[in-house]
């Protein structure tokens, strides 16, 4: 019973994690170490995926990838050219992604998984601070945007 949840589970993040390396891409550049590490840890989830025998899902894949590209069409206050208010909710997506990603590894720690050559508490690690990193970007671009300084204890504050 637990291996069809799992199953379930495991191409729902798949699925997930193709939107969420298009995002990095797109909203930190295909080029950044983050976006990288995001890619590499897609294909991490693949390795996982064949050691447990678990195909991916290419309907929630396909899914997955229209709703990324029709995000791109969110009205934020200008209609011929890119608003600013975008990338703050693209990284505030990323940073739910992320998350979700950290949430995915901490599952298959709790579950007792384990992999040989994957190191499930490096990936927890990785995603905590990936998901920082990309915090701080969308504070600065926040600031940026609505005119005002970030400060620590706003943020820590709320």
Not at 9 to 27: E, F, K, M, N, Q
Not at 84 to 102: D, F, H, Q, T
């Amino acid at each position: 019973m637990g291996d069809r949840w799992l199953s379930i589970y495991i191409r729902d993040h798949h699925a997930a994690s193709a939107g969420g390396v298009a995002l990095a891409r797109r909203t930190l550049g295909p080029d950044h170490p983050l976006a990288h590490q995001i890619a590499r840890d897609r294909k991490t989830l693949e390795e996982v995926m064949r050691r447990l025998d678990v195909r991916p899902s290419a309907t929630k894949v396909g899914l997955v990838r229209i709703a990324e590209r029709l995000s791109r069409l969110k009205l934020n206050g200008t209609l011929l050219q890119r608003s600013p208010l975008s990338r703050v909710v693209e990284l505030e997506v990323l940073v739910v992604g992320i998350r979700g990603k950290e949430a995915l590894w901490t599952a298959l720690l709790t579950a007792g998984l384990s992999f040989q050559g994957i190191d499930l508490d490096t990936l927890v690690e990785s995603a905590r601070t990936q998901a920082r990193a990309v915090d701080e970007l969308r504070l600065g671009t926040v600031a940026k945007t609505f005119g005002r300084s970030p400060t620590r204890e706003a943020y820590d504050a709320a």
